[in-house]
């Protein structure tokens, strides 16, 4: 594919920005990938307006529209992607699990209280409602043809996790209470990954799966593959990058 890329969206851009670095130095003369982090300070505030009139801001619809205009990039999405983390990242104080429909997925904790996955799907969408506005606004910017990348999955080993926890986590007492099982944070990963693409699915985007070769065998993050506890490294940024490249 000889055409640009241009993606969209918050932390998890940094990886895809570290890969289109490199190839960049590598090749000046390939294709280019670029990026916009729409919550850097020059696009500040980066939404204005509530609910359904809430906007992009002005600096930021004008950034876009022209990187669209100059290069006419395939546009991808990378916008939130770390509710599920937020949410589930952190051992509960009342640990709880619950099981995932239509698929098959880790059993249930016999230690943990069972919860439905209405329950788990009905506080997940409550913390979306800002990545729900963030689709809206670059469907309406950018048009058709918008892919919406799935966010990186969790890690399995806890352990790394603890370690390599940024501020959000630590300043939420990550060290005390402990990583959350890997099933969970598994599921919860799943259903944030469903519910995105049905957002997608109803403003007529693509959504696009996790890189394959960035995933072990029982479907998490490979730890060559992470960035620190929650993102992908520019090795993921290059898969994903590959991926865009391939549709």
């Not at 990026?35 to 609910?51: F, L, N, S």
């Not at 099933?183 to 049905?198: N, P, T």
């Not at 699915?201 to 730890?223: K, S, T, V, Y």
């Amino acid at each position: 594919m000889s055409r640009a890329i241009l993606v969209i969206g918050q932390s998890h851009v940094a990886a895809v920005r570290a890969a289109a670095r490199a190839r960049r130095e590598a090749d000046p003369d390939r294709t280019r990938t670029r990026v916009i982090h729409t919550i850097e300070p020059q696009y500040a505030p980066e939404v204005e307006g509530e609910g359904d009139a809430a906007r992009f801001a002005p600096a930021l619809v004008d950034t876009i529209r022209d990187q669209i205009d100059r290069h006419a990039p395939l546009v991808a999405s990378a916008s939130g992607g770390n509710v599920h983390n937020g949410f589930a990242l952190i051992r509960h104080p009342r640990p709880y699990d619950f099981l995932l429909s239509d698929e098959d997925g880790p059993p249930l904790d016999p230690a943990a209280e069972p919860v439905t996955e209405a329950l788990v799907r009905a506080t997940l969408e409550a913390g979306l409602e800002r990545d729900r506005i963030r689709l809206r606004e670059i469907r309406r910017i950018a048009g058709e043809g918008v892919v919406q990348l799935e966010s990186p999955p969790p890690l399995a080993d806890g352990a790394i996790i603890a370690a390599q926890a940024d501020a959000y986590f630590r300043n939420r007492g990550i060290a005390e209470l402990g990583v959350a099982p890997a099933g969970l944070r598994y599921k919860i990963w799943r259903l944030h990954s469903r519910i995105v693409a049905g957002y997608c699915a109803d403003l007529g985007l693509r959504f696009l799966p996790a890189p394959a070769e960035a995933r072990d065998a029982q479907g998490f993050l490979r730890p060559d593959f992470a960035g620190d506890a929650t993102h992908g490294n520019r090795a993921y940024g290059e898969a994903v990058i590959r991926a865009l490249e391939a549709l």
